[in-house]
């Protein structure tokens, strides 16, 4: 028999999700984050500079991304559209909680875009690395060679431990590190929430990540053994990889993985993250 959550018991996940939460950006009341225990600023690069923190540049950029009032899943949202499709990024250190010995934690966001908007051949809405893609890296993308886009959630140690070729996405250990949801629900027009979460990472076991969808499970990458290792002076929370088209709202941190049923909570806000915090 199912058991209908008690307020007490809700209240209770709240207050579990507000001591491990990190870093909230609602774009509410401007680019930079809401709640931070690191930088609150929000920078802005392009693709071929995102590792070369010189070239961040506080702001939205030039010409700026906007920030579509009222279109958001709760209130504003970052819009990037094809003819304005730059990086941005906050710093990771302290907003999200690397650790060189048993790293965990979650990220989730919203997402409304079309898929089939989105030029070239790949495009990752947000990334967690101080390096790239295949380099000690947390990252959704969408691909563009399969039609409909698939959605992939990828997941990489140190790339000179686990690809001692040399061959990045041509070696088979790639696909090993990845979690794929073929004809993901995202339509233009319609918010879906993104959620990630990762443990085990530089611990003996190894570790994996595993993705939900609108507070579902889809699935979870291979396990890695190799170590994940981060800079986190130079990590980033990068939001628009790859010339990305689309809506993103609501970007939250944890210092840890969520329960299935503290993702349902999350899922369920009213008002999104900014309940979590004052």
């Not at 070369?52 to 899943?73: I, R, V, Y």
């Not at 504003?76 to 907003?95: C, M, P």
């Not at 233009?188 to 579902?216: F, I």
């Amino acid at each position: 028999m199912a058991h209908t959550q008690t307020a007490s018991s809700a209240d209770d996940v709240r207050a579990s999700l507000s001591a491990a939460l990190t870093f909230h950006a609602s774009f509410d009341h401007g680019p930079d984050a809401d709640f931070a225990l690191g930088d609150k600023q929000l920078y802005s690069t392009i693709d071929s500079e995102v590792q070369n923190s010189a070239t961040h540049t506080p702001g939205l950029g030039n010409p700026p991304l906007t920030l579509a009032l009222g279109q958001g899943k709760f209130g504003a949202a970052l819009a990037f559209t094809q003819e304005n499709s730059h990086v941005v990024l906050y710093k990771g250190a302290k907003n999200i909680a690397y650790s060189p010995e048993a790293f965990r934690g979650t990220v989730s966001f919203w997402m409304n875009l079309d898929p089939a908007e989105i030029p070239g051949q790949y495009s990752d809405p947000l990334q967690l690395t101080d390096k790239d893609y295949s380099n000690a890296a947390i990252w959704v993308d969408f691909t563009k060679n399969d039609k409909p886009s698939d959605m992939r959630l990828g997941f990489f140690g140190d790339q000179s431990e686990w690809d001692v070729t040399d061959r990045r996405g041509d070696s088979i250990e790639f696909f090993w590190r990845l979690a794929k949801v073929a004809e993901p629900p995202f339509a233009k027009g319609q918010w879906t929430q993104v959620t990630v979460t990762w443990d085990g990472v530089n611990t003996p076991a190894g570790g994996r990540a595993r993705l939900y969808l609108n507070g579902v499970y889809q699935g979870s990458t291979g396990r890695i053994a190799e170590r994940f290792t981060w800079d986190v002076a130079n990590t980033g929370i990068r939001l628009g990889m790859g010339h990305f088209v689309g809506l993103i709202d609501d970007v939250a941190l944890f210092q840890r993985p969520l329960t299935p049923a503290e993702i349902n909570v999350l899922y369920g806000l009213e008002h999104g993250v900014a309940e979590l915090h004052p």
